[in-house]
């Protein structure tokens, strides 16, 4: 039966010109401002008076730096400011074309204001719920008006962020999904059409890998500036994980995973204990003042040293001499790595299977070191001096004389562990062992040898020369002067290095690439599309790939080999590869390489 107050889906307001804002916190406020710089008339609405008066003295202030910037000028900036209104009471919601609800991620505090606008508002104004945890389909149930509800989920700061994702339910009218779509178009935003779960596509992507970072943490792994550091220098990410749960709130991640946990069942999902243990402490980030940080002050973003801020070494640890480096290998990374030391000034020897494949690695190194010059990154005479210093060969005996030997062969342990048997006879007494394994067991190569002391992980990413990210594992045989000499060779090739356990994934891997499974997952499951998803994490997360680029550029097959490794180490169901990716790599769609992946690429 039709209830008497269900309007025709084709009376939706096409222009959304009137909206109330329920709850001027920082969201709130942000995405007010960003509809009253848009032409529309803001209706601003919090029950404290307090946070309205402070509403409007932010908007003020933004506006003002607008003006100084020039993004606006001063008429402007007083019609906007014309359009912003302040109430204390729901009432003033009374003619608004949309209602946008931002008030704390509590259901029955957001169930109340629901209620409450189903006999204030007109019959056809839709309502829009801010929530990135909670269900917008029970809200959307238990409304007068189920098919004028969905979700609406910005992301902080609103001015900022492009990405909206538009969450309907099964109960929404498509007129109002369209309604909004339109509008958030008209804001400048790149809207993203999604089904109700919790965390929809960006955080249920994002809170995943935040939540397994606090793990890796709360373990003891990695430190939290490694960690951090880490993926903001191996991933290209604005933040690391542990100060962006600081930045987000605590607590606020603790209630997001909680209701993902209860919808997926995903162990991966189910809050870290340090995560409850700091909310419940008040420890909830940034607004406190401390969480996985200190801060100067409740609110500042500025960080201050605290008893686990990491103090610099002393000579507890007497590094080795390190003049001359091995390289093994005649691939891009092992390429890579021989320039990297050369141009620190290392003598190399750059040794590969044969002269001619060695001899084509060096090639390969002059033309990366022609692009610098051209580019205004190297003279002519640093390049020719840097080249100079490297000598193929066509043995592993040529390695001899080296100071430090680093392997960057092909990623098959039984072929790593036969170089460091060859390595462990021709390599000088007290030369350093380094293998630039980025899935496989350190301690299997170590025991290789007879000197598994000397024996140590030095994870570059590709590219070598350019990216400044080095992991560096150690067994739980490795000497502790091995360990201080790889930090200072790292530190005299300008590489930032992170320490971490001999664990599959290291660092970066074991973040990351749980996080490209469950996109794919995803996309399996026909929850969001390819460029949806891809969209969301670029303009919602701050990535600079989305997950399928990424994983067609980095091969499927590698990423696969990968999962597979991650999943037999720590045997997590959550981590067991996509039945998509195992289908795709069986298929032969690798990705870039072959031309087609998740998707498809023009043949070079």
């Known amino acids: ?56 003295t932010a908007l003020e202030a933004s506006t003002a730096r607008a ?39 509590h259901y029955e505090l957001k169930h109340e204001v629901f209620a409450a606008l189903d006999s204030i508002v007109r019959p056809d104004t839709i309502l829009a719920t801010g929530t990135n945890a909670l269900s917008v389909t029970r809200l959307a149930a238990d409304s007068a008006r189920p098919e004028r509800v969905l979700g609406l989920h910005f992301f902080n700061p609103a001015p900022a962020m492009r990405l909206v994702e538009v969450v309907s339910s099964v109960l929404t009218a498509p007129a109002a999904v369209t309604a909004v779509t339109a509008l958030a178009r008209e804001l400048g ?31 003891k792994y990695a430190t939290r500036e490694d960690i951090d550091a880490a993926m903001r220098l191996g991933c290209g990410l604005p933040m690391g994980p542990l100060a962006l749960l600081d930045l987000i709130g605590i607590d606020t991640a603790r209630t997001v995973l909680e209701a993902m946990y209860a919808a997926s069942g995903d162990r991966l999902n189910a809050p870290a204990p340090i995560l409850k243990q700091l909310s419940e402490a008040g420890l909830t980030g940034r607004k406190s003042g401390r969480g996985f940080y200190t801060y100067e002050a409740p609110g500042s973003a500025t960080v201050v040293p605290d008893a686990e801020t990491p103090v610099e070494a002393g000579a507890a640890a007497r590094s080795r001499t390190v003049t001359a ?23 190399v020897v ?50 001899a004389d080296v100071d430090l030997a680093v392997e960057a062969v092909a990623e ?56 400044k990210l080095v992991e560096v594992v150690r067994t739980v045989l490795t000497a502790d ?47 969001a599309s390819l460029d949806d998803i891809d969209a969301a994490m670029k303009l919602g997360g701050g990535y600079p790939m989305g997950p399928f680029e990424l994983l067609d550029v980095v091969g499927l097959d590698v990423s696969l080999a990968i999962e597979q490794v991650l999943h037999r180490e720590f045997r997590d169901p959550g981590l067991a590869p996509a039945p998509l990716l195992e289908h795709l790599v069986a298929a032969g769609c690798l990705g870039r390489k072959t031309g087609r992946g998740f998707r498809e690429y023009a043949r070079r």
């Open 189 to 219: 935003k790149e809207p993203v059409a999604v089904g109700d779960r919790p965390g929809f596509v960006a955080d249920g992507l994002l809170f995943g890998y935040l939540n397994q970072a606090a793990a890796m943490y709360e373990a």
């Open 67 to 105: 003006v100084e910037r020039e993004r606006l000028t001063e008429q402007e900036r007083q019609d906007v400011l014309a359009r912003f209104r302040t109430f204390t009471d729901l009432q003033a919601a009374a003619d608004a074309d949309l209602v946008i609800e931002v008030v704390p991620e």
């Open 1 to 56: 039966m039709v209830r008497p107050s269900t309007p025709d889906p084709a009376s939706t307001p096409s222009t959304l010109s009137t909206v109330a804002v329920v709850g001027l916190g920082t969201m709130g406020t942000g995405i007010a401002e960003v509809l009253a710089r848009a032409g529309r008339e803001v209706i601003g609405i919090d029950i404290s008076e307090a946070a309205a008066m402070q509403a409007a």
């Open 325 to 347: 480096v091995g390289v093994a290998g005649s691939g891009t990374m092992a390429s890579g790595i021989a320039e990297v030391f050369a141009k620190a000034g290392y003598d």
């Open 350 to 399: 750059l040794a590969a299977r044969s002269q001619e494949k060695a001899d084509t690695a060096k090639a390969r190194i002059a033309k990366s070191l022609a692009r610098s010059v051209e580019k205004g990154r190297l003279s002519e005479e640093a390049k020719d001096v840097a080249l100079g210093r490297i000598t193929p060969a066509g043995s592993l005996d040529a390695f």
């Open 481 to 527: 002067d091995v360990h201080a000499t790889v930090r200072e060779v790292c530190a005299a090739v300008r590489k930032h290095p992170v320490d971490c356990g001999d664990r599959a994934g290291f660092i970066v891997n074991a973040l990351l690439f749980p996080y490209l499974n469950n996109a794919v997952k995803m996309v399996q499951e026909h929850y």
């Open 412 to 467: 098959d342990l039984e072929v790593k562990q036969q170089l460091f048997g060859t390595l462990d006879k021709v390599c000088k007494p007290g030369a350093v062992l380094a293998t630039t394994t980025s899935s496989l067991p350190v301690i299997a190569c170590a025991r290789a040898t007879s000197r598994p002391q000397d024996v140590i992980g030095m994870h570059f990413f590709n590219p070598a020369p350019a990216m």
